[in-house]
């Protein structure tokens, strides 16, 4: 799988979902990120949130220690809270993916306000940067929160994507938002940021949105564990990559 210098990581939040529906063991999200990583994901991700709706402590744990062991990466997405960057000081991930979160919204909704996070945010990517957890902020792609991002030292920056997604099937105004994201990815990169990008996207959006080039890594869940219906979860990664591909490769 060459993705032509693409990360592709999946998130396997919605394997716990379908877990947690039943209180059954299984599916096991452990063994979603196992077959995720034999297919050729370079990486896992996965959502800690505050009330626990699919991915648990323990799950984390599980995690963590599988990707050590296949020497592969682990990008927990979490709220900015002390008590998640103490889990994260405790599990310690490869990455930290700081996302905003609210109680009542089916799935995350528009990009972290960097600029709001004052002195709180500042301190908590600094416990995180200090034991050494490589911090992604996950925001819109807007020059002031991503300068905003710059001055608070992380080293990446995830674009939320879920506008594109939405626009996708209207020509005009899916211009404009891969407009925009090219546009912040550009000024993130000048910026020396790694630019990510990640929500709503699905085999068939994402292969315009590939052909920005500073992009280099994607973090998907819901349509690969959609896909994996149909595919089995082993070909929805394989099918995700091949359309990556195509969009890298024109």
Do not use: W
Not at 51 to 63: A, K, L, P, S
Request: proline share 3%; net charge negative.
């Amino acid at each position: 799988m060459q993705m032509q210098g693409m990360r592709l990581h999946i998130n396997i939040d919605h394997v716990a979902t379908l877990r947690n529906a039943r209180q059954t063991p299984y599916p096991d999200p452990i063994e979603a990120a196992r077959a995720c990583i034999m297919a050729g994901a370079h990486g896992i991700t996965a959502h800690l949130r505050e009330d626990r709706r699919h991915i648990v402590d323990d799950d984390v744990r599980r995690i963590g220690q599988l990707l050590r062991d296949a020497d592969e990466v682990f990008n927990l997405e979490m709220a900015a809270t002390a008590e998640m960057v103490a889990i994260a000081q405790k599990t310690s991930p490869d990455v930290v993916t700081l996302v905003p979160e609210r109680r009542e919204e089916r799935t995350t909704e528009g990009g972290l306000d960097v600029r709001a996070g004052g002195d709180v945010l500042g301190e908590y990517v600094r416990a995180l940067l200090d034991v050494g957890i490589k911090v992604s902020l996950f925001i819109a792609a807007d020059e002031a929160q991503i300068e905003a991002s710059h001055g608070l030292g992380v080293q990446q920056i995830e674009l939320h994507t879920g506008e594109y997604a939405h626009a996708f099937h209207d020509p005009a105004a899916r211009k404009r938002e891969l407009d925009r994201l090219a546009k912040g990815a550009a000024f993130g990169h000048r910026l020396g940021l790694e630019v990510a990008a990640g929500h709503g996207l699905t085999r068939e959006n994402v292969v315009e949105l590939v052909k920005i080039p500073e992009l280099v890594e994607l973090n998907i869940g819901h349509a690969v564990i959609a896909d994996a219906v149909f595919l089995s979860l082993g070909g929805a990664v394989r099918a995700m990559a091949e359309a990556i591909d195509r969009g890298r490769s024109h």
